[in-house]
Structures are given as structure tokens and as C-alpha cells.
């Protein structure tokens, strides 16, 4: 093996990160080594990169930098032992076909999330594309930035209680040029879901904190990933309040997608189906339900602010 390599690099910390594999948790030392290796590569090389380069002999690296970033890495593996997320290590996470900025404070985005995302978006792709959207519960911003690069005409507000997270989504919007039509509110009173002076939207999308309580989550999620983000602080507080007032801040044929917790699916449903139409769950890789989707009604009520 070259020993000034992208290879080197790669199974170097592979080699170093190997208590992780009996730890007993998901991350082991081959996932580790490869995102860390990525986020090296990606520093110096720019673009993205394919799992093959990390593995290159022919993509050079020399040894006192293989050395300096073994020991980074080797400062951080008691962390990762007890749980703490390769995401918050390397700063960044995948989402769609881009790279966002993530930050200890913020939650780290689910595939789960991208999934149900994904999934509406190819449902919806003939029909006319939103002007305006309300995102609540933004986080690290990655569902609006993404809604923003596909849509190019799109503003989105969206709202977060936590400073952090919007710090985030802030540099996220920045960083990929789509801060100019991103509205970012911050909530001061977290029981507050809809603030004053909204507007109107085509859509209100959210992943709002769901979880009913800490068995709900691993160890490593509960110790270092926001609480204020998993745990809903009334039974269903968000999808409650989107049922009953939702429609108020939709414009006529506005749409709703939630996340939603797929064993708790059957109620949040119920929420809807009286004065919403249309009403669907679409079901995750898992074939559990994960997104629900409806439509305003015709003869909802007025605007609520
Ligand atoms: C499950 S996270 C979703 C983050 C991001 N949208 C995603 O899918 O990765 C829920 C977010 O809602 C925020 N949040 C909690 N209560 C809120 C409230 N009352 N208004 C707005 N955001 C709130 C949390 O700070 C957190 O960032």
C-alpha cells in the first residue's frame, strides 16, 4: 500500500478506531474511518467524493498529514465510545444530494426524515411548485435549503426555538446561496407553535418533536442530541395544533407533510380526517408510517392571525 495515500488514511484510522467495533453500538470502525477519512479528503480535495476515493492509492496524502489527522481522530474516540455522533465529529451531514454544516445543539437530520421527503416531492412533481412555505421546527435548516434549491422561485419561513439550530440552518442557507429567501424566526416561548403575523403559505412542513419520552431513544442520542428537538412536552402538542389552526395559515388547496411517529400514526390521523382533505400517510423503508399529508379544505376557516 502506498503509505501516502487516501488508502493510508482510510484504513490508518480504521485501524486506530477499532475498539468502537465492541462497543456495542451502530458506529464501527470501517463507517468511522470512512467519514472521517471523507471529511479529510473533502477538506483538501473539495468536490464530492466517492466511497472508491477513499480508498485510492493514487489520491496523495503525505504521512505528516496522516499523522496529524490520526491524532484528531484518536483525541475524539472516547467520545464516539460513549456515544457521541460521528456527525457532531466531522461537522457536516448528507441530505439530498448536498453537504450541510452540523453542529453539537442541533439535531442531526434522520434518513428517515430524508425519506418521506423525498418521496412527496417525486408525488408532487407535476403539480405547480409552492411559492411560499412555513417550516416548523427547522433545526439545521436542511429541509428548507433543500425545498430552496428546487424550487427557484420558493420563500420559506421557518421557525426553531432553539438559537442554535437557527445559528445553523443560518450558515447552511449562507453557504449554499439561499439565504436570501430564507426567513429564519426565532420562537421565545417553546409552547408557541404558530407566532404572530405569519401569513399565508402553499405549504407547512414539519418534523416536529415527537418522542413521548427518553426509552424512546439510544443512550448516545439521549446524552448529546437537544432534548428540546425529540420531546414533545404535550401528548401530540404539535400535530394538535396543525390540525386545529394549520389551516389558517394555508392559502386555498394549501398542503400539509409531517413527520410523525409511526406507532402513534393511527391517532394523529384521526386528528385530521375531520376537517382536512385528502389525508394520507405515506410509510417509510420500514413499511412503517412516517410522513402524513393533507389538504386544506375549501370552506376551512379564516386567517387565524
Ligand atoms: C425533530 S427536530 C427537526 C429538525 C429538522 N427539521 C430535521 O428534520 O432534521 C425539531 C425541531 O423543532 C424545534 N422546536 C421545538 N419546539 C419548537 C417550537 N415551539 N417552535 C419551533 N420549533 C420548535 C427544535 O428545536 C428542533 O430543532
Known amino acids: 500500500m502506498n503509505p501516502e495515500s487516501a488508502v493510508a488514511l482510510t484504513e490508518g484510522l480504521k485501524t486506530l478506531l477499532a475498539p468502537l467495533d465492541g462497543a456495542g453500538h451502530s458506529l464501527t470502525s470501517l463507517n468511522a474511518s470512512e467519514w472521517f477519512s471523507r471529511s479529510y479528503l473533502q477538506k483538501v480535495y473539495g468536490g464530492s467524493l466517492t466511497r472508491y476515493d477513499l480508498y485510492r492509492e493514487d489520491l496523495p496524502v503525505s504521512e505528516k498529514n496522516i499523522v496529524q489527522a490520526k491524532s484528531e481522530v484518536a ?34 437530520p434522520r434518513p428517515e426524515t430524508e425519506t418521506w421527503f423525498e418521496q412527496i416531492l417525486e408525488m408532487l412533481r407535476n403539480t405547480s411548485a409552492p411559492d411560499s412555505v412555513l417550516e416548523i421546527g427547522t433545526g439545521s435548516g436542511v429541509l428548507s435549503c433543500e425545498l430552496l434549491y428546487r424550487f427557484s422561485m420558493l420563500k420559506v419561513h421557518a421557525t426553531d426555538c432553539s438559537q442554535s439550530a437557527l445559528e445553523c ?41 415527537y418522542l413521548a419520552g427518553p426509552a424512546e431513544v439510544t443512550k448516545g442520542v439521549l446524552a448529546f442530541e437537544p432534548h428540546e428537538a425529540l420531546f414533545e412536552k404535550s401528548h401530540l402538542e404539535f400535530y394538535r395544533a396543525i390540525a386545529e389552526r394549520g389551516a389558517g395559515y394555508l392559502k386555498s388547496g394549501g398542503r400539509i407533510f409531517l413527520e410523525i411517529p409511526h406507532e402513534r400514526s393511527q391517532e394523529i390521523l384521526s386528528l385530521f380526517q375531520a376537517s382536512w382533505k385528502n389525508v394520507r400517510v405515506l410509510q417509510d423503508l420500514n413499511q412503517r408510517d412516517r410522513c402524513l399529508m393533507a389538504e386544506r379544505n375549501s370552506d376551512s376557516g379564516s386567517v387565524s392571525n
Not at 465510545?81 to 466531522?90: E, L, R
Not at 446561496?177 to 399565508?200: H, K, V, Y
Open 169 to 209: 440552518a443560518s450558515l447552511n442557507a449562507r453557504q449554499h446561496g439561499l439565504a436570501s429567501r430564507l426567513q429564519l424566526i426565532l420562537i421565545e416561548n417553546a409552547q408557541t407553535i404558530f407566532p404572530d403575523g405569519l401569513g399565508q403559505f402553499d405549504w407547512i412542513i414539519s418534523n416536529p418533536p
Open 75 to 108: 483525541e475524539k474516540l472516547p467520545l464516539l465510545m460513549q456515544g457521541y455522533p460521528i456527525q457532531y465529529c466531522v461537522g457536516e451531514v448528507a441530505f439530498g444530494d448536498h453537504s450541510y454544516v452540523i453542529q453539537p445543539g442541533v439535531l442531526i
